[in-house]
């Protein structure tokens, strides 16, 4: 038992019903819907693949490919409507998408965005609901009813190329365009509300924006930024509806209902587009469904009403005329109605059909070609094609026609009075076919056209007619539900199957004649046996209505009213395998003589060709040897004379053109060889003048190089100094940006933190949700665990039921097969003894049939040389007209050369004694001309580079003096702020020296009192209230601080404004010196012109050029010059600017010599930190954080020290003096700075030792207070550096 398996091999056909049918996948690939399938054919290698239609479904209705030509979305017609979306590289479904709240049962448009997301569908009536998903996660985004009525109907819907959120619809008095917002499609505003509703058919988009629509009266409405921008009517002589439009990169074209496309092309005009040209296909006025244009733009595709692709070379369009044949068939041309036969022979590769559009057609399923196709007057309703493919009959509405299939044509040679014959099959031998004639087989010898025999017996229309493998029986089918066998050798029926609930459409028998195979209007199959239905099985949802048995008798195969194809399994199970190929209703069905291939044809005019794949019936075949496919073709005699006299006309005039051709082939290359001689001499001269100037350029070359190679080196150097400056500029704002990134790092850092402590808390939520849906699904899965179990406990139990009934069913079948055994018999010994008088016949007629086969053999060989002979003869025909139509060609120029040639030799010759002449003369001129144009090209070429040269040169310098110019700014402003701050630094020092040469004497009348302590400390008192008389503030540093931030914005923001204002004036700079150059150029470009107008006078003179030039400008020479002398004025410029920038650079250094420590400011800053502003707005010290000092600590400490001094000899302890002189300074921050000890009084008189340490240590400790914490004090020894302990005297 086998059950063979299906595989889509090629279609010829297409469905045109549905929206855009037609894509582009790339330049040589077309997607378009075929019966039930979606093709995928590839141009260049004529292999299609295909997309299966899905179960249960009905038909196609709208087809759409991604932007990005990765995906297509495929509609289908059922009962809620269905979209798959297929994968175009694996050819897999990625996802099946469905409206269930919609009415409608199908989509008539479907669209994606732009970036591939979103999938857009259009229902049909009666709610015509517009549906957007994002069809990836089949996840619903929005939907709304696009039409006002359920008699309004929606042609098209579709994306923006660019905006995924705007979309148009158009229908008949409907146009829309929508805004999707937030899963919300609101209706946009438009300017054709205010106009009177009109049909549009169809629409595309050309830009963001702009939408052309077209209308049933031939009228383009173009609509940009929802605004009627144009208006184009259609001219007066066309009254035809745009039914298809599309656009393309120089304007638009247009489909219309009477087979012509109009091609509107851009233009600046009120109407934006003007029509340019019309083009109309031959023969084929029908309405144009659909148009597509490829990638590139070359090639433009257009589906008509009549189930036929053309394609239209665009790039040519410009160039062609309109009543020339400009269309071509995509592929062939295929069938435009309903196919009602196929068939196929044994001999040839080839399979015939014909149908209700008066064709005839013959297919080669191995090249996949259209072969032969031919009109009639009539329609055909059947076909049979014979074994040989030599003969064809078919059924037409009037007669029945047997025909001769010849080289290129299909030829009728007799007619039979069968009016619309519904069913005829030729014999397996060809000998011999039956026609259908009402309920009449009428049986034919095919050579004769004899009628051997009528088989009447049914009394409903035949609808099936089937031979047996041996020929001597027919088992025919009606819709009287009938199934007879019919004996041939004497036309009488000999078996019979009659069912009256059934009407019959297609029947079929086994090889051996023994059992047939019936189908008909009650949805089963039956096996008949003995004239009694042995089994049956039914196929739900669908009535079958053809049936197929292959010729090894091991296969079976139905089809549907609905296009699906069954393979059942055989011999005959309920077990079946179903595959999707038609539309509609299949009409026939036949397979080829080897089992490899089945055809089906169908009332959507398609023709499928289907590889059957089965183990056993391969292996079984291999066995046989298969003979080839016959070359041989039909020629009648008077088509092979005619042919044979023009092959001798053609041989009798090549033979003419060949002797013709040597004797001219002789001529030219005598000729060629006094060329070739006069070139070679010409070509010796020219080489050896080019030698000599690629040496003179080489010389040349060489000082060149070694010009520029030290103008590089100087360049390197001053680009390396420049360098070093930049860096150093750059180091500082390097070390301003790395102290703000590591701020920005501890920013980072802390944000860091906070994202840890949400994203936990974060995580424990989300564990929690987790944990309680796990809970609620196990729950739920329980459920289900037991509901399972009790499905489960009742199958066991149908089981069991099922066990019995089987158990009594074939107990009684074995007792009917008893008693049918019993029956058979004796009928059994009845056809032995009949077996045994019909044995003897058949030896008699075997002897007869073997020698007609060796006659017809013979016949067949006879035909195959002639055959062979005829192609070799066409080959050498084609071959001859060819070069007789180019050998023709040529005569005729030659013809006209010749004598052209013969009047201009004898003027040649006289013109060449003269020539001769003046050939010296002209040589030596020639000399000199050469002699003085290569040096003036030479020079030109010089100045070229040169000119070149120092164009990049002043391209240099102009960013070398930018640099400079920035830097001397940068300069200025500094030196401009260390002169302000050195004012401001001599005002404090001279304020500073006045108030401490005052305590100065104030603190020497203060040690008068050195040895009484009551009156010293009067003194000390009354010199702390002179010199500090208002208290240190705390308050006052954030105020200080705040000064010195606002004193810093000023300053910065000063600055930007000064860089703006240096920003602008180095533009204008800039564009003074961009306008210099440009003049200068033009002065260039000028003196080359002259040069070169030079060039040709002298060519043509052979005059000197002058100095001077008629308009008195230099010549090359002299702006050379001039170009040098700017070179040098140049240089001097610089050297200047940089001697300016040494004598400042000098100058800055001896400023920030004077004081390194202070920053630069352009104005004055405020008090240094360290003072407070006293009443007489002196400055005072204080410490860092804005506390005094503690003079009476000090006090005590000056007496303690001036008593040391008198017994410092004695060994007295200098370390506690210094620290008790050094707690008098606070705050401990202050004190931390006095690292180093004052002098020593080892050396010192006792009388001088205390006055002497007093004064420095005093000085030392208001130098301490005086400066801020960020500058380094000054050492007690460098307030007087010239005087030492030993021999300092007291102020």
């Known amino acids: 038992m086998s059950m063979a398996a299906l595989l889509h091999r090629h279609l010829f056909g297409i469905k045109v019903d549905g929206r855009e049918p037609i894509w582009y996948i790339d330049d040589q690939t077309v997607l378009y819907p075929a019966g039930h399938n979606t093709v995928i054919f590839n141009l260049e290698q004529r292999i299609q693949r295909f997309l299966p239609g899905t179960d249960k479904t009905e038909e196609i209705t709208a087809i759409a490919v991604s932007p990005n030509k990765k995906f297509v979305a495929v509609a289908e017609k059922s009962d809620k409507g269905v979209i798959t979306v297929f994968d175009l590289h694996s050819l897999k479904r990625r996802r099946l998408l469905t409206a269930t709240d919609s009415l409608s049962k199908e989509f008539v448009s479907l669209a994606f965005s732009p970036d591939s997301k979103l999938l857009m569908a259009q229902g049909g009536a009666p709610d015509w609901a517009l549906t957007i998903w994002t069809w990836e996660k089949a996840k619903f985004v929005a939907t709304t009813k696009t039409a006002a009525s359920p008699n309004s109907i929606i042609y098209q819907c579709s994306f923006c190329p660019t905006d995924s959120n705007l979309i148009c619809v158009t229908g008949n008095g409907v146009f829309k365009q929508l805004k999707l917002l937030d899963s919300n499609l609101k209706v946009l505003p438009n300017a054709l509300n205010k106009r009177e509703p009109q049909n549009y058919l169809c629409h595309t988009w050309l830009s963001d924006e702009r939408v052309v629509l077209g209308t049933d009266t031939g009228d383009l409405l173009v609509v940009d930024s929802l605004e009627l921008k144009a208006f184009i009517p259609r001219p007066p002589s066309d009254s035809n509806s745009i039914e298809a439009i599309v656009g393309f990169s120089k304007g638009i074209v247009t489909g219309s209902d009477d087979g012509s496309i109009a091609i509107y092309d851009k233009s600046d ?498 564990e929690r949700l987790v944990q309680e849906l796990t809970d609620e699904y196990e729950y739920k899965l329980q459920e289900e665990q037991l509901a399972l179990q009790r499905v489960r406990d009742e199958k066991d139990d149908l089981l069991r039921e099922l066990e019995e009934t089987r158990r009594q069913v074939e107990e009684d079948a074995d007792q009917e097969i008893e008693e049918l055994k019993d029956k058979y018999e004796v009928k059994l010994s009845a056809e032995r003894e009949q077996h045994l008088r019909l044995k003897g016949e058949n030896g008699i007629m075997r002897k007869k049939f073997h020698a007609q086969l060796k006659e017809i053999e013979d016949g067949k060989d006879d035909n195959k040389q002639l055959v062979a002979r005829q192609k070799e003869l066409y080959h050498q025909i084609s071959m001859l007209e060819k070069e007789i139509a180019g050998l023709k060609k040529e005569i005729r120029e030659r013809d006209e050369t010749i004598g052209d040639k013969e009047k201009r030799i004898y003027d040649l010759k006289k013109k060449n004694q003269e020539l001769e002449k003046f050939k010296f003369v002209l040589d030596y001129k020639i000399k000199e001309l050469k002699k003085q144009i290569e040096p003036r090209e030479l020079e030109i070429a010089d100045m070229k580079h040169q000119i070149k040269e120092m164009d990049q040169e002043l391209e240099r310098y102009h960013k070398t003096n930018s640099n400079l110019e920035l830097t001397i700014s940068d300069n200025k402003l500094k030196l401009e702020g260390q002169q302000q701050e050195i004012l401001n630094q001599r005002a404090k020092c001279n304020d500073m020296a006045n108030r401490l040469k005052r305590y100065h004497n104030d603190l020497h009348a203060v040690i008068q009192y050195i040895t009484e302590p009551k009156q010293l400390k009067e003194a000390v008192k009354a010199l702390y209230q002179k010199h500090v008389q208002e208290p240190p503030q705390g308050a006052q540093v954030e105020q200080d601080i705040q000064k010195e931030y606002n004193r810093q914005r000023d300053y910065l923001e000063k600055t930007v404004e000064s860089l703006k204002r240096k920003l602008s004036k180095d533009m204008d700079l800039h564009k003074t010196d961009s306008t210099r150059i440009m003049h200068e150029n033009v002065a260039l470009i000028k003196e080359i012109n002259e040069l070169r107008r030079e060039i040709k006078a002298l060519k043509q003179g052979g005059m000197r050029p002058a100095a001077v030039n008629a308009n008195g400008k230099e010549t090359p020479a002299s702006g050379r010059a001039s170009s040098s002398r700017m070179g040098v004025d140049q240089s001097k410029e610089i050297d200047m600017q940089r001697e300016e920038i040494r004598r400042l650079r000098n100058r800055v250094d001896e400023l920030e010599g004077i004081d390194r420590t202070r920053p630069t400011s352009r104005e004055r800053l405020p008090p240094m930190e360290g003072f407070v502003e006293g009443a007489d707005n002196g400055p005072r010290p204080r410490s860092s954080s804005g506390e005094g000092c503690d003079f009476s600590v000090l006090k005590k400490s000056l007496y303690m020290w001036g008593r040391a001094g008198c017994v410092q000899r004695s060994g007295g302890p200098e370390s506690t003096l210094v620290e008790q002189l050094t707690a008098a300074v606070q705050p401990p921050s202050l004190r931390s700075r006095m690292h180093r000890k004052p002098p020593t009084l080892s050396a010192c008189a006792p009388g001088q030792a205390a006055v002497v340490m007093l004064m420095k240590y005093s000085e030392f400790l208001i130098d301490v207070a005086a400066f801020p914490a960020s500058l380094s004090p000054r050492d007690p020894a460098h307030i007087c550096p010239s005087a030492t302990p030993r021999t300092a005297q007291p102020p």
């Open 269 to 766: 005009e009120k109407e934006l587009y003007k029509r340019s040209k019309v083009f109309r296909i031959d023969n084929n006025a029908v309405k144009i469904r659909h148009l597509a244009v490829s990638h590139t733009e070359e090639q433009l595709v257009m589906a008509t009403d009549n189930n036929q692709l053309y394609s239209f070379n665009l790039t040519n369009a410009d160039i062609m005329k309109p009543d020339e044949t400009n269309f071509d068939f995509l592929a062939t041309s295929f069938h435009s109605g309903q196919i009602t036969g196929v068939d196929t022979c044994v001999r040839k590769p080839l399979v015939a059909t014909c149908g209700l559009d008066k064709s005839v057609r013959m297919w080669n399923y191995v090249d996949k070609t259209l072969e032969l196709t031919k009109y009639f007057n009539e329609e055909a309703h059947s076909l049979a094609l014979h074994p040989s493919g030599l003969h064809l009959l078919v059924g037409f509405s009037d007669k029945m026609r047997l025909l001769n299939v010849v080289m290129d044509d299909m030829r009728p040679f007799k007619e039979f009075a069968i009016k619309a014959c519904r069913e005829c099959k030729f014999s397996h031998g060809g000998h011999m076919f039956a026609a259908v004639n009402g309920n009449t087989i009428n049986v034919f010898a095919t050579y004769t056209c004899e009628n051997l025999g009528n088989l009447r017996g049914h009394n409903g229309k035949v609808r099936s007619v089937c031979w047996s493998a041996d020929d001597t029986k027919i088992v025919s089918c009606g819709m009287d539900g009938a199934v007879y066998e019919w004996n041939l050798k004497d036309f009488k029926r000999v078996g019979e199957s009659v069912l009256k609930s059934c009407n019959y459409t297609c029947a079929v028998c086994t090889p051996d004649g023994k059992t047939s195979f019936a189908v008909g209007s009650d949805k089963k199959i039956k096996e008949i046996t003995d004239s009694n239905i042995v089994k049956e099985y039914d196929l739900p949802g669908a009535v079958l209505c053809q049936v197929v048995l292959s010729h090894s008798g091991r296969m079976l195969f139905t089809a549907t009213d609905t296009g699906s194809v069954q393979s059942w399994k055989f011999p005959l199970t309920n077990e079946v395998q179903d595959y999707q190929c038609h539309s509609r209703a299949v009409a026939r069905m036949c397979m080829t003589y080897d089992d490899s291939h089945l055809f089906t044809v169908g009332e959507d005019g398609c023709l499928l060709m289907l590889d059957v794949r089965d183990k056993e019936i391969r292996a079984a075949k291999r066995d046989k040897e298969l003979l080839p496919f016959s070359e041989e073709i039909l020629v009648t005699k008077s088509d092979l004379e005619e042919k044979t006299a023009l092959t001798t006309d053609l041989k009798l005039k090549v033979d003419e053109l060949q002797l013709h051709n040597d004797y001219q082939l002789r001529l030219k290359d005598m000729n060629h060889q006094d060329k070739i001689k006069e070139l070679s001499d010409k070509l010796t001269a020219e080489v050896e003048a080019e030698k000599a100037r690629h040496e003179a350029l080489l010389a040349e070359k060489n000082d060149m190089e070694m010009e520029y190679e030290e103008r590089i080196k100087n360049m390197e150097e001053r680009h390396l100094l420049s360098s070093q400056q930049m860096e150093a500029q750059y180091q500082h704002k390097i070390m301003a940006e790395v102290e703000r990134y590591q701020q920005l790092l501890e920013e980072k850092e802390l944000l860091n933190e906070r994202w840890d402590e949400q994203n936990s808390l974060l995580v424990e939520s989300h």
